[in-house]
């Protein structure tokens, strides 16, 4: 979270904050006299202590112990009475900016058991895109991302940005890289349903809403009925394109009009155009996630990448790897274990496939409200605050009522956690340190940061993991899993080694790419490393490296 940022520290206060654009992680805004960023950890309305409510309503501080110890035996008593599927968890889109918090939260639920409901914000942005990777590669985590760097012309559907400073994706002064293109005489196309601050600066192409997959289908039409395409190219790549040369071929530029509100003529040139061009990519975010169709879409934007002859290409639309060994292997065997949830693990409501462990967000009221076997009766909700941002707030808002624990860990009472048992304080960004663990694979200039934390924790205010851990810790016991974990935690112990996520990303840096591989290689990078010896990041590579298709299509 601090990449690209220094930080000014008097008296063990944050005071400010201002951007370093001489490393790789800087996304170079603007950032006066740092109050954007310090105000938060300076609030004075900040939750710094465990809140307890009261039966008025109004929340009274508790201590640390009172407050887990209460916690840990009421959710065991639901759990023993009704199972793992009684629990769920949800966390918001800060989360996936912490990889401490995720990786602990994932460990606590699939020790409840897979039965237990975890809910997350992906649903709303970054599922879809998600489940097309595991459609087309095998892996939900092979995501291709646009060479912007090499490019010489970027189509961006459904996203800004200028604005967002790239999404699933992490270039540096994306504004910059984007002008980059024109300059030297590229082009970069956006198309969206509204002339964004992106498509003000460069060439925008509207689009009627939800139009896009009908608008990849078209351009797949084109470049295969037009013989636009390289066969050859493409069947060392993948299987199937006659199949999907049948699916197309009935979505002519003439047919999908009234969909896309884009003339055939148009529609013609950009196909051709993508074909033609040995550097070009297609890149879609948000707004290709959000329609009716946004997994179709999704699938069909690496289609027409790879079907222009962009995948996997310079320039084109490419992977990131981590580099560790056996890495092929080790996307094969998570892939395949999520790909048997994908079909096997289903909501309780509505039958929904289960996405990175994850259920849709906006099932979870329904999820607490119908009676069952599966039925919630204990909610957790971390770094989120789904009264406002799931579609249906107010049903939401209504069934927290009816739950039997409900805990929030957050900075403050929101409308989320002012329904909550108890609220726990959490540590935001410059309080922790952090490593972008899951942003390593998304990024067209390799490189590797990692950060300490700033300032002490306000308060009485611990990090996210910290706080799943110990809740883990007192329900050893209850679960077979939890108990091992509990157990190896003890073994290690007995070597003088503490589990933590830090460990387990020390391990990531030192075993990937650059890394010292356990001092196998002198002067190669670890964790302390990186923060001491490194603070302004290392790059790995210039550029990705085109061919490696072979290892994230693990199919």
Not at 101 to 112: A, E, F, S
Not at 229 to 240: E, S, V
Not at 389 to 394: I, M, T
Not at 442 to 459: D, N, S, Y
């Amino acid at each position: 979270p601090l990449r690209g940022m220094i930080a000014t520290v008097e008296d063990g206060k944050l005071v400010a904050l201002r951007p370093d654009k001489d490393h790789p992680g800087s996304q170079g805004f603007a950032c006066p006299k740092g109050i954007a960023f310090t105000e938060v950890h300076n609030d004075p309305d900040r939750v710094t202590t465990p809140l307890r409510r009261t039966p008025t309503g109004t929340f009274e501080p508790v201590s640390w112990d009172e407050a887990m110890t209460d916690i840990a035996e009421r959710l065991g008593n639901i759990h023993r009475r009704h199972g793992a599927g009684a629990v769920g968890w949800y966390f918001g889109n800060p989360g996936a900016f912490s990889y401490s918090h995720q990786l602990w939260l994932v460990t606590l639920m699939v020790g409840l058991g897979l039965k237990s409901h975890l809910f997350t914000a992906g649903c709303q942005v970054v599922n879809n895109r998600v489940v097309g990777g595991r459609l087309l590669y095998g892996s939900p985590f092979s995501l291709p991302v646009p060479d912007v760097l090499r490019s010489d012309l970027l189509v961006v559907v459904g996203a800004n940005p200028i604005v967002s400073h790239g999404s699933v994706l992490t270039v540096p002064r994306i504004r910059d890289r984007m002008h980059d293109i024109v300059k030297r005489g590229g082009r970069v196309v956006v198309i969206d349903p509204r002339k964004t601050e992106t498509a003000a600066q460069f060439e925008w192409l509207g689009i009627t809403p939800d139009g896009d997959a009908y608008l990849m289908l078209s351009l797949l039409q084109v470049m295969l009925s037009e013989n636009l395409a390289d066969r050859a190219l493409i069947a060392t790549q993948a299987d199937g394109l006659e199949w999907l040369e049948r699916l197309a071929a009935p979505f002519t530029p003439e047919a999908t009009q009234q969909y896309t509100g884009i003339a055939p003529d148009t529609v013609r040139g950009l196909a051709r155009d993508l074909a033609g061009t040995p550097r070009a990519a297609v890149y879609g975010r948000v707004g290709t996630s959000v329609g009716r169709n946004g997994t179709l879409t999704t699938y069909l934007l690496d289609a027409v990448n790879l079907v222009a002859g962009n995948l996997d290409r310079v320039g084109g639309s490419m992977f990131g790897t981590f580099g560790l060994p056996g890495e092929r292997w080790l996307t094969k065997t998570a892939g395949a274990a999520l790909r048997l949830l994908y079909r096997r693990k289903r909501s309780r409501i509505g039958g929904f496939p289960s996405v990175l462990l994850s259920e849709p967000a906006g099932i979870m009221a329904k999820e607490i409200t119908t009676p069952g076997p599966g039925q919630v009766r204990a909610l957790f909700v971390s770094a989120g605050n789904p009264v406002l941002s799931v579609p249906n707030g107010a049903e939401l808002e209504r069934a927290l009522e009816g739950l039997e624990l409900s805990v929030g860990i957050d900075l403050y009472l929101n409308e989320t956690t002012a329904h909550c048992d108890y609220v726990l304080p959490a540590t935001p960004m410059y309080e922790r340190d952090d490593f972008p663990l899951p942003f390593q694979v998304l990024q067209p200039t390799p490189f590797r940061q990692a950060t300490e934390a700033v300032v002490a924790p306000a308060g009485q205010a611990r990090p996210e993991w910290a706080i799943i851990d110990e809740l883990s810790r007192r329900l050893a016991g209850r679960t077979p899993a939890l108990t091992a974990l509990q157990m190896t935690r003890k073994l290690l112990g007995v070597f003088g080694f503490r589990l933590t996520p830090r460990a387990l990303a020390d391990a990531v840096i030192r075993l990937s790419a650059g890394g010292d591989r356990f001092g196998l290689r002198r002067g190669g990078l670890t964790f302390r490393r990186l923060t001491h010896e490194h603070p302004h990041g290392v790059v790995l590579a210039p550029n990705l490296r085109a061919g490696v298709l072979g290892t994230v299509a693990v199919y």
